[in-house]
């Protein structure tokens, strides 16, 4: 039986990236590169990299980047706008709970909850983290967006969504969020590429800064820093609030 993510991403690439969440790409490639010092001979793994918005801007500015993802057609969505640019990615499908690179990349990005707060478990989650810094070569980086286990402590996931619905876009509903878990349950609704609306019971897993800082440190990370996400508009003078949605983590071995 297919999980709730395997089932939201089948079909769902020409309309995704219609979404309103997608619409910030140029700015967080922006971030992305002074990050690594735009030095174009790192290479790059985008794990989650759905229809490969990152993955493509990258290598639009000349670096060399590899994706993946486990939803096949949002991987051939993303091979076919890379084909219409001309450019050579390395797209491909790909568990990211199950191990896949070692020791190969400068810089590993997860952005936009491609993967890893998605887990049903607390254990998968991490084993997409370890995995992602057994691909980091020695001194590698690893950069990622997650919900912010702050935000439904002092707001409503429920009415954060409501406010943000755009028409045409996802929808949200019976949001209940378990303080025990720090997961929120919800049934999302998405129309799919051919049309068809999907209802899906879906469960994603917040993070407080605690814990993301002591997983990675269990992972050898030396360096981590937590800021707030804006989408778009990624800072490190954005210190992380409680107002922040996400939050933005930068981690280095």
Request: aromatic share 12%; net charge negative; proline share 2%.
């Amino acid at each position: 039986m297919k999980q709730w993510y395997e089932e939201l991403f089948d079909n769902y690439a020409k309309t995704y990236d219609t979404e309103e969440f997608t619409k910030g790409t140029i700015g967080e490639c922006d971030f992305i590169e002074k990050e690594i010092n735009y030095d174009k001979a790192a290479k790059i793994l985008d794990i989650g990299c759905g229809t490969g918005r990152h993955s493509i801007e990258l290598s639009k500015r000349g670096y060399s980047v590899a994706g993946i993802d486990l939803s096949e057609s949002q991987l051939e969505h993303a091979k076919e706008k890379a084909s219409e640019e001309s450019l050579k990615i390395d797209f491909q499908k790909h568990d990211a709970r199950i191990p896949h690179h070692s020791n190969v990349f400068d810089l590993v990005i997860m952005l936009c909850e491609g993967g890893f707060p998605l887990m049903e478990t607390d254990e998968m989650n991490f084993q997409i983290l370890k995995n992602a810094a057994n691909a980091l070569k020695v001194k590698g980086k690893l950069i990622f967006t997650t919900l912010n286990g702050l935000f439904p402590l002092f707001h409503s996931v429920k009415d954060f969504f409501a406010e943000a619905a755009k028409e045409g876009n996802a929808t949200y509903k019976n949001n209940t969020f378990n303080l025990m878990t720090f997961r929120d349950h919800n049934t999302t609704e998405i129309i799919d590429d051919s049309g068809n609306q999907k209802s899906l019971d879906c469960n994603e897993r917040y993070y407080v800064p605690s814990e993301i800082t002591w997983l990675l440190k269990s992972l050898d990370f030396k360096n981590i820093e937590i800021f707030g996400a804006k989408p778009g508009a990624f800072s490190r003078n954005d210190k992380l609030a409680t107002e922040d949605f996400e939050m933005l983590v930068i981690a280095e071995k």
